[in-house]
């Protein structure tokens, strides 16, 4: 276990670079087991979660191979196994992704219970009923199958489950006929997925949409694809550069897709500007936003809400967050009151912050991504030092994070 010591206190200044989108990337590893031909991924983000999915892979039976320092070659000519290696599927969240692609080649998948972030809370009711209703059946040792084939279908996601649209997707892509999936998730990483597959040779319709359609093909072919910038690493950066009052430019995420959490930011008086991949942030007196709502997107993602409680403790008066979709993040957060910020956790979902208040090193647990990155943020802007453990926690998710905060100024070290 690795701690990342932080003395704080200190603005950061520079340019950082994000790397390609975590949350796209998962999808479009696991779609590469729907061709036998060779998939070429650009961008590709090096950190934990893509090396335990591309474990995964290798598994089955693909070959994965790092081309340099951020492109993948991936070819699945043969698939030997339908069950993913339970110990790494209990590492990942994104682990689930393998059911549709699996069950498509080869008429079986056998998955144990992903793990990752908060997993108790993101059960995978809408992923099985997507597959029941492409065909597939549960088998009684577990798992599901489809001895006849997957089947184009029609329905209604009770819930707009990004890994569930994702799940469905990946199914239909080989299924018989035309699949129509409403109320689906209509993040950018969806998007992304579904324009991968389009290349693939599936015809997909409504992208971007709450209603998406895709005809299936009896054969998918590999493609050449470079995978979209983090727009949520980005976010984390600009907050870092706010709660240090310092200058930073991030490079490499779409305007449209920070569009939501930019537009957070400046409700918080943050002096930001965007043009075309940049992100600037500027030094700034912060105010209260006063309410903060997750919501599906284009509505502000969950992933960012930590980061904007930590952001909300250096703006003056009294900010709400407000997170309907989950609540562990919000407990992981409850650290920051011993490090001097005045908060109050009113439930599960929302917490109160009062704000400005100066902050104090000290030691903290990095519970999941986005709380880890979060408090990593409160530690810059803390008087004295901290220490935030296990750094791989929040590795998972943030490529090269101790490079990269040095190269703003930060004063951070990693012992073991």
Not at 55 to 62: K, N, T
Request: glycine residues 10%.
């Amino acid at each position: 276990m690795t701690t990342l010591v932080v003395t704080g206190g200190k603005p950061l200044n520079g340019r950082v670079r994000v790397g390609g989108n975590k949350n796209a990337a998962l999808p479009v590893i696991a779609a590469c087991l729907l061709t036998d031909e060779e998939c070429v991924l650009e961008n590709v983000p090096r950190i934990r979660d893509v090396e335990v999915m591309g474990e995964l892979l290798r598994q089955l039976g693909a070959s994965v191979a790092w081309e340099g320092a951020s492109t993948l070659r991936i070819r699945a000519e043969t698939i030997s196994s339908t069950e993913p290696r339970a110990d790494l599927v209990a590492r990942l969240r994104g682990s689930v992704l393998l059911l549709g692609p699996l069950l498509a080649r080869k008429g079986e998948a056998i998955l144990g219970a992903p793990g990752g972030d908060f997993p108790s809370r993101r059960n995978l009711n809408q992923h099985h009923a997507a597959l029941r209703a492409l065909g597939a059946r549960p088998r009684e040792a577990g798992g599901f199958e489809s001895p006849e084939g997957l089947k184009a279908a029609s329905f209604y996601m009770l819930e707009a489950s990004v890994t569930a649209t994702e799940t469905a997707l990946l199914a239909a892509a080989l299924a018989r006929g035309t699949t129509q999936i409403r109320h689906a998730a209509c993040e950018p990483h969806v998007s992304e997925l579904a324009r991968f597959l389009s290349k693939m040779g599936a015809d997909v319709s409504g992208i971007g949409s709450p209603t998406l359609s895709i005809t299936g093909v009896t054969k998918l072919r590999g493609i050449t694809h470079r995978i979209s910038g983090d727009f949520v690493e980005a976010g984390s950066f600009a907050v870092v550069g706010a709660m240090t009052r310092g200058h930073v430019l991030v490079q490499g995420a779409s305007e449209i897709d920070l569009e939501p959490v930019v537009a957070v930011l400046r409700q918080f008086g943050l002096n930001c500007r965007t043009n075309g991949d940049e992100l600037e942030v500027r030094p700034s007196q912060l105010r209260a936003a006063h309410r903060v709502t997750t919501g599906l997107w284009p509505g502000f993602p969950s992933d960012m809400v930590s980061l904007v409680t930590v952001l909300a403790t250096q703006a003056s008066g009294a900010t709400l967050i407000h997170d309907w979709l989950y609540e562990l993040r919000l407990f992981a957060l409850d650290q920051l009151s011993g490090m001097g910020a005045d908060l109050f956790l009113c439930d599960p979902h929302r917490i109160l912050i009062n704000g400005p208040r100066m902050l104090k090193g000290r030691s903290l647990d990095s519970r999941d991504i986005r709380s880890g990155m979060a408090l990593i943020a409160a530690a810059l802007a803390a008087d004295g030092v901290s220490r935030i453990a296990p750094l791989e926690t929040v590795e998972r998710g943030y490529e090269g994070l101790v490079e990269r905060l040095k190269s703003l100024g930060a004063s951070v070290e990693t012992e073991a």
